[in-house]
Nanobody, 125 residues
């Protein structure tokens, strides 16, 4: 059974940084593409970043490009999202998602069938 557990969320002032982690278990992590999505109250879940199963492809939403960095550590079965220069509009619940042999063009929530429970990120102005 695939399990994804996010951590690292919290309250931060605008301009600050946070690093989210997503620890995976119950899967062969190195064979899974990993992505981050977020959902603000009253809004649809939106794509943030993705890293392909082999780490060779990375893609970001325009809204976070240049501020967020996705990375993975296959030895630790963990994917990270380093978030810098945070803005109030980044406030949301952040979810990680996994897909077998996922590639960097997969940016739709419908393309993923494994999800974590989410971690809240709140950016104050």
């Amino acid at each position: 059974q695939v399990q994804l557990v996010e951590s690292g969320g919290g309250l931060v002032q605008a301009g600050g940084s946070l690093r989210l982690s997503c620890a995976a278990s119950g899967l062969t992590f190195s064979r899974y593409g990993m992505a981050w999505f977020r959902q603000a109250p009253g809004k649809d879940r939106e794509f943030v970043a993705v890293i392909s199963w082999n780490g060779g492809g990375i893609y970001y939403a325009d809204s976070v490009k240049g501020r967020f960095t996705i990375s993975r550590d296959n030895a630790k079965n963990t994917v990270y999202l380093q978030m810098n220069s945070l803005k109030p509009e980044d406030t949301a619940v952040y979810y990680c998602a996994a897909r077998p042999f996922g590639i960097a063009t997969m940016s739709s929530p419908q393309q993923y069938n494994n999800w974590g429970q989410g971690t809240q990120v709140t950016v104050s102005s």
